[in-house]
């Protein structure tokens, strides 16, 4: 088996993954032509053609307005862990999902958690693929709003939602992560874990990363690359066992980082930070988590010890109880060892 073929086929668990990024490219394509919603672009090609964050946000937040109906969303989370399970040996993921974007469609809170999650059972029970999600706030909007995502959540108490994070920017542009602190510390009381987007754009700091870590009493840390620009931030996160969801893609599509030695996942690795590998948006980047695998693999030159750590460390990282969790590793480890007696 060549390396490339093993980056492929080691199980995966993907930890970052906004779940309307999953839709098929002509599945979006046809619903908003069918539907009479207008996209930046009807280029397939030119959807994964950015200039920052806010131009790559305007496509993302226009991709809701393509669904209808609950079933909609099962039928894309169904065929989104589907893909990955063919592209990428996927074995579990936690879907982030934005309620307060399907508002304007006339979604209630239900509709979309209980949409969501009925196409994700159906594809528990085909492949095998376990799961969680995490609803995340909309940075563009206000506190209250927040608040009253969490109290919608709380109320309804459906088990898959395992996690509270953070999606969008704010309205500022920035990434303002510790503004929710008070929504974050009510969902901490709830038994919520939580995530939040930080250390991402060029604006953000090294030392912006460990103060959200420490304000919204982070359990992850999605993207976090500019804690790199600060060796004592290094050191910090080091010290708290700071857990980082990457996506090397994204990273490179939105901040021009190339996909070699370079780039800050490569550097983070080096620094031996606790990082976990993600797609962030499939769809919109043109990538999978088997390709995320190979730019570490091939384009940042890591062999495979360094690519079982980081199989093992989205397991680690995963919002699911213990008994899943030793579940994962257990198969995580018979297949890994598998594979490496394989290569060549
Ligand atoms: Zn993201």
Redesign the pocket.
Known sequence: MSYREFLHRVPKAEL?C?VVSTIRPQRLLDWAAERGVALPTRDLAALSTYRGLADFLAVFNAAHAVFRTPQDLALVAYEGVADAVASSNLRYREHTVNPDAFSPQGFALADVLDGLTAGLRRAEEEFGVGFGVVVALQRGRDLATAEALLDGVLALGRPEVVGFGQDDLAASGLEAATDWAPVYARAAAAGLRRTA?VGEIATASAASVLQAWDVLGLDRV?HGYHVLDDEECVRGALERGVRFDVTPVSAHLLSGWPLDAAHPVARMLRAGLDVNLST?DETFFATSLATEYEHVGLGMGFGPDVVERLCRAGVEAAFCDESTREHLREAFSAQLHALRGELL
């Open positions: 970052h906004h987007h999605d962030d």
